[in-house]
T-cell receptor
Framework: DVKVTQSSRYLVKRTGEKVFLECVQD?????MFWYRQDPGLGLRLIYF???????EKGDIPEGYSVSREKKERFSLILESASTNQTSMYLC?????????FGPGTRLTVT | RKEVEQDPGPFNVPEGATVAFNCTYS??????FFWYRQDCRKEPKLLMS???SGNEDGRFTAQLNRASQYISLLIRDSKLSDSATYLC???????????FGKGTTLSVSS
């Protein structure tokens, strides 16, 4: 059974804090993705990675960075959290076309 | 122009009804097409791929019209358990990021 896990289901952080969101997949997938999902805006791609140490900007990379040191792990970093980064963050992995999503992290920045 | 457009709904239908969702996409170079389903507060999951010849999976039928850049999903004999948000998704090529529509919400009532 395929599995994508995310480090936290719910997270509350203060403005200005550095935030790490971790994603791990056990399917040996090369491709990994970070999205955020907001009401009325749908799923928007933040960053993606096709291989270890490789990263590509998505549609809304501002305020975020990523790290992929190992194939199974893809981290999203909020360098200095802001209230407009309050959102649901979803990680996904894939080989070809079907993407498998993690359960999501609901981040609130106060 | 939005890349993938869907009617947000909500569609409120009684059990047993037939309901159709439509979607248009802007990039004619798109190669792969899907419908994902997202339950409330859950992650999206692949419902079915969409092929030019049309494809059926039980009560669900998906159609693709490349000339019109139009994708559809038909649900027959709606069940309460079909209540969810249905996301229209396109992909430029295998392994690349998915492009999501904002979703269409379906509510099936008894």
């Amino acid at each position: 059974d395929v599995k994508v896990t995310q480090s936290s289901r719910y997270l509350v952080k203060r403005t200005g804090e550095k935030v790490f969101l971790e994603c791990v997949q056990d399917m040996d997938h090369e491709n990994m993705f970070w999205y955020r999902q907001d009401p009325g805006l749908g799923l928007r791609l933040i960053y993606f990675s096709y291989d270890v140490k490789m990263k590509e900007k998505g549609d809304i990379p501002e305020g975020y960075s990523v790290s992929r040191e190992k194939k199974e792990r893809f981290s999203l970093i909020l360098e200095s959290a802001s209230t407009n980064q309050t959102s649901m963050y979803l990680c996904a992995s894939s080989v070809h076309y079907e993407q498998y999503f993690g359960p999501g992290t609901r981040l609130t920045v106060t | 122009r939005k890349e993938v457009e869907q009617d947000p709904g909500p569609f409120n239908v009684p059990e047993g009804a037939t309901v159709a969702f439509n979607c248009t996409y802007s990039n004619s170079a798109s190669q792969s097409f899907f419908w994902y389903r997202q339950d409330c507060r859950k992650e999206p999951k692949l419902l079915m791929s969409v092929y030019s010849s049309g494809n059926e999976d039980g009560r669900f039928t998906a159609q693709l019209n490349r000339a019109s850049q139009y994708i559809s999903l038909l649900i027959r004999d709606s069940k309460l358990s079909d209540s969810a948000t249905y996301l229209c998704v396109v992909q430029l090529s295998a392994g690349t990021a998915l492009i999501f529509g904002k979703g269409t919400t379906l509510s099936v009532s008894s």
